[in-house]
């Protein structure tokens, strides 16, 4: 079972807000970057918007991975994304390494 309830606490303590839960992966408000649950209950990786603003994202990040360390849990990089619209009012996710 993932740490929800911790990412929950730590990304409300950053100032920010969870918009949507699917599966493994935690979808932020600002959508400049998501979170993905791995098999080690103290990493989350961190998917970084390939149109987000670089400086706010940067800042963001580091006010999350500061207070996340007061948790026990880390944040790992992942890969950038690029959200689309999909069919049927959803949205499609495509992963890349840059």
Do not use: C, R, W
């Not at 920010?16 to 599966?23: C, G, L, N, R, S």
């Not at 400086?55 to 991975?65: C, K, M, N, R, W």
């Amino acid at each position: 079972m993932y740490p929800l309830g911790i990412v929950k606490q730590i990304v409300e303590e950053a100032g920010m807000d969870i918009a949507y839960v699917y599966e493994d992966l935690v979808s932020l408000n600002h959508n400049g970057f998501m979170l993905q649950f791995t098999e080690n209950d103290q990493e989350v990786l961190l998917h970084i918007n390939h149109g987000a603003d670089g400086e706010q994202v940067g800042s963001d990040i580091t006010t999350l991975v500061t207070v996340a360390k007061g948790h026990g849990l880390t944040f790992a990089k992942g890969q950038f994304y690029i959200l689309t619209d999909g069919q049927d009012e959803t949205v499609n996710i495509q992963f890349s390494e840059d």
